[in-house]
């Protein structure tokens, strides 16, 4: 079998003197759509940080596509094609819709290719169409969630993370969102790893998902049996 | 400049110039005679403000200050006490004076325009005060000074061609310079409180200072003269004299804003400057290297410092290890006043600055003052607009 795209083993990670993540071990396979789900503080959004660089791990290592990216810089983990799009979408609000894109691409020195991606990623979002020379902290949250997805999908990643894709978004955007999400991974193959309060919609398009719980990996299996599972149920999906 | 104009304390009463007392009176044409009266209390607020007006603006536009101020109906408020005012008559500024003082505060505040981007460039990226920025100012006008007299001997260029070179290779030092001190003193410091990196800023600052003024590690304590880099000349346009030097300011200043706003709005490292200020770790997770954009943050804001101490050097024709210090407290002044971390508000702040000290400088009875009225400048912008004239409030998005 193929080693997973993503494997992470037994991460340690630590803010100031509180341990966050007490050794999480998780791996993503090529093509998958993979969830954790997990409270407040279960140390969701911390595993994506570190794995993108952006927080460095105490202990444990973070290898992708085989190769120990731990100790790489965020930029040189983009150059790789691991890409996070943050919780708070984190647009550059003093930038037009169609400079973010540009930013998206910024390793991208060929502007044919450039000017590919902007097609599809407008082709996708045609809101961003609409609104491409206006300033992106003009836009409403939905369409900045799309920007954030749209800005990384033109740095043409073979991996995108995705923390809280539907946080504070009118109902019918996330529905758009997570439609583009399921084809985003159809169709341009991208692996996937999702971080998602709704659990339930973020289940329901993926294969796997994993339970984190106070900085523990507590439960894994394929996201169909998680939804039926008893106590996750009860815990994370409402009932 | 109420030329005769006696200003007495005392709050009510006494003789005032006639259109003072009376509106509907036509203004004076002239300069008001002498042995009028302004009674004004001693705490009037609004007579301070008035007592700036009258003071910076020639009569005849000073007069109508006072009358669209509405003062005729309340003199009281108006005018200047003589307990807080230098005794004697103030000068007369004519308006070709003051057209001169205008031309002369636009070549200051271009000066003061280009070391204030870098302050307003690196609080952008870094949100910390680089205090060792106006040694950089001084720098640049010794690069200048040193670089000049050599350059003649071994390039036979004409003289504005050698000027031309001379400013390119101190700019090109200093940005050297600029990114050296980064990464030596402020990188190791990224993530500590900014507080720490600004006392390390005035630490750098004090460094470069002490060594400069040292005979044997640096250039000397002594002022020394700047070299003419290009061919004094003036021109009379009406009564306003225009120099060479001016001209070259602004030719140089012009030239420099436009190849930096060029740089930020159209190219790829521009961008990248945009979207490291805004936010430092969205920029790193689209590939951006944030270090090699703050080293050239530095760069282009040490360059533009340089390319500032050669025109200030240029025009006051000395230098001295000092010298950075009081145009770089100026033109930080000038960086808030346009907005910190706006660059367009950092032109804009140099020019009304310069403008503003020229003019109130240009009179000869305020001339010691010039100084004071750019920190007043300073302490009213934080009071009435935090955020400066071009800045905007800071809203943290939840």
């Known amino acids: 079998m193929k080693p997973p795209l993503l494997d992470i083993r037994d991460l340690q990670v630590c803010y100031g003197a509180i341990e966050a993540l007490h050794g999480i071990s998780l791996s993503v396979n090529e093509g998958e759509i993979v969830t954790l789900i997990g409270g407040n503080g279960a140390g969701k959004s911390t595993t994506l940080r570190t794995v993108s660089g952006l927080i460095r791990a105490r202990a444990g290592g973070v290898r992708f596509a085989g190769e120990d990216i731990g100790q790489c810089p965020p930029h040189e983990i983009v150059r790789r094609g691991l890409c996070h799009v943050p919780e708070g979408r984190m647009v550059f609000a003093n930038l037009t819709v169609q400079e973010n894109l540009r930013m998206g691409a910024y390793l991208q020195r060929d502007a044919s290719v450039v000017a590919r991606e902007m097609e599809y990623v407008l082709g996708i979002f ?54 583009q999400i399921v084809a985003i991974n159809r169709d341009r193959g991208i692996t996937l790893l999702l971080v998602e309060q709704n659990a339930n919609l973020a289940l329901e398009v993926s294969h796997r998902g994993y339970v984190l719980e106070s900085g523990r990996v507590t439960l894994t299996d394929a996201a169909a049996a998680l939804r039926s599972n008893a106590e996750v149920r009860k815990a994370y999906l409402g009932g | 400049m109420l030329v005769g104009v006696d200003f007495e304390p005392g709050t009510q009463g006494g003789p005032f110039p006639h259109w003072l007392n009376k509106r509907a009176n036509p203004l004076p044409r002239s300069c008001p005679g002498d042995g009028w009266k302004v009674f004004v209390p001693h705490s009037s607020a609004s007579a301070r403000i008035v007592k700036v007006a009258l003071c910076i603006l020639p009569d005849t536009v000073a007069a109508h200050v ?293 003019v109130v400088g240009g009179n000869p009875r305020l001339t010691s003052y010039r100084d004071a009225v750019a920190f007043a400048v300073l302490i009213l912008i934080l009071l009435l607009k935090p955020e400066g004239l071009l800045g905007h409030r800071t809203k943290e998005k939840v």
């Open chain 2, 66 to 358: 006072l009358e669209v101020c509405d003062l005729s109906i309340q003199p009281h408020r108006a005018g200047i006490c003589r307990r807080c005012w230098p005794s004697g008559p103030l000068d007369p500024l004519t308006v070709t004076e003051f057209l001169q003082q205008i031309v002369n505060g636009l070549a200051l505040g271009a000066i003061y325009a280009l070391i204030a981007l870098g302050y307003t460039m690196v609080y952008g990226v870094l949100r910390f005060i680089n205090f060792a920025h106006s040694d950089l100012f001084m720098l640049g006008a010794y690069a200048g000074a040193l670089i000049a007299p050599r350059l003649g001997t071994l390039l036979p260029l004409g003289g504005v061609a050698n000027a031309l070179v001379t400013l390119v290779l101190a700019m090109a030092i200093c940005a050297l310079l600029g990114v050296l001190i980064e990464i030596l003193a402020y990188r190791p410091l990224r993530d500590r409180p900014r507080l720490v990196v600004l006392i390390t800023a005035i630490g750098i600052s004090m460094l470069i200072e002490q060594v400069a003024q040292n005979g044997r590690l640096g250039f000397g304590p002594e002022v020394r003269r700047f070299p003419a880099l290009i061919p004094d000349v003036t021109w009379h346009l009406g009564g306003v004299t225009l120099g060479s030097t001016s001209v070259i300011v602004f030719g140089v200043t012009a030239v420099l804003l436009a190849l930096l706003t060029w740089t930020v709005k159209c190219t790829r490292v521009g961008m990248a400057m945009r979207a490291v200020a805004f936010n430092e770790k969205a920029a790193a997770l689209m590939g951006v290297n944030v270090n090699r954009i703050i080293s050239f943050t530095f760069a282009v804001g040490s360059a533009l410092a340089a390319a500032g101490g050669i025109l200030f050097a240029l025009n006051f024709g000395k230098i001295d290890p000092l010298m950075g210090v009081q145009p770089g407290l100026k033109a930080f002044v000038a960086a808030v006043l346009g907005g910190i971390g706006n660059l367009p508000g950092a032109c804009l702040g140099g020019i009304v600055l310069g403008v503003v000290e020229s």
């Open chain 1, 126 to 179: 045609p809101r961003l169409r609409e609104r491409s020379q206006q300033a992106a902290g003009t836009l409403s949250g939905g369409e900045q969630q799309m920007l954030a997805i749209g800005r990384a999908l033109m740095s043409k990643p073979r991996f995108l993370m995705l923390d809280e894709p539907s946080l504070g978004i009118a109902p019918l955007l996330v529905k758009t969102i997570f439609e």
